[in-house]
């Protein structure tokens, strides 16, 4: 029997999309797609989401890194926190399982600088059972053990919890570790798709 579910962040309670949010600040979707690659989808970047390097420290690093960004690299590092907005439809099933007696956890790659952001903008974020961020344990998704952390910390039998992720090779370890997963893209019926598993929603 299902009794927790646990919850990525990005692009499942929380939107992240980068390239529209981008689009603010500039109407050239190359250029873009070129600030995602050199920024967003860099080790720096992951150093970040690991939590062994500040905001700070790797804002002043892709500065040194590219100059000639200098001015978007200070206005992105500004104002990158406001695209994370709640996904409300799925916000909405976190307070349905919390009245049908489910406890609720997050596991998400996330900087932990950010999630204080959110955390205060946000009050649904403090209605789960437990969480794991990866930027305070300083262990990311796919890692093994930041799905093992949040077994031990809270206790949890692996087939009594569904992992939820909108990126398909983080479900893998959880699938490993004998938990239901689902994959959440933007046409997925969540709520069907957790009745599927037997959970009272
Ligand atoms: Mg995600």
């Not at 692009?11 to 529209?20: A, G, I, T, W």
């Not at 150093?47 to 700070?56: A, F, P, Q, T, V």
């Not at 804002?59 to 907005?85: A, G, N, S, Y």
Request: aromatic share 14%; with cysteine.
């Amino acid at each position: 029997m299902i009794k927790n579910i646990i919850f990525d962040l990005g692009n499942v309670l929380l939107d992240f999309k980068p390239e529209k949010f981008l689009l603010k600040y500039s109407k050239d979707e190359n250029y873009i797609g070129d600030f995602i690659f050199k920024v967003i989808k860099s080790k720096i970047w992951l150093n970040l989401d690991r939590g062994i390097i500040s905001l700070e420290r790797a804002k002043d690093k892709f500065i040194q890194k590219f100059p000639e960004e200098r001015d978007f690299l200070v206005t992105f590092f500004e104002h990158w926190m406001e695209m994370l907005t709640p996904i409300e439809e799925n916000v909405k099933i976190l307070y349905d399982l919390k009245s049908n007696g489910y406890s609720i956890y997050i596991l998400s790659n996330f900087i932990e600088e950010a999630f204080h952001f959110v955390k205060n903008q946000y009050k649904f974020l403090s209605l789960f059972d437990g969480k794991i961020i990866s930027g305070k344990v300083r262990v990311i998704k796919p890692e093994i053990n930041i799905y093992q952390r949040l077994i031990d910390k809270y206790n949890l039998l692996p087939d009594e919890c569904v992992f939820i992720d909108d990126i398909q090779s983080f479900l893998t370890p959880a699938k490993k570790l004998n938990m239901k997963t689902i994959l959440f893209l933007p046409n997925t019926d969540l709520r069907s798709e957790l009745r599927d598993f037997g959970v009272n929603i």
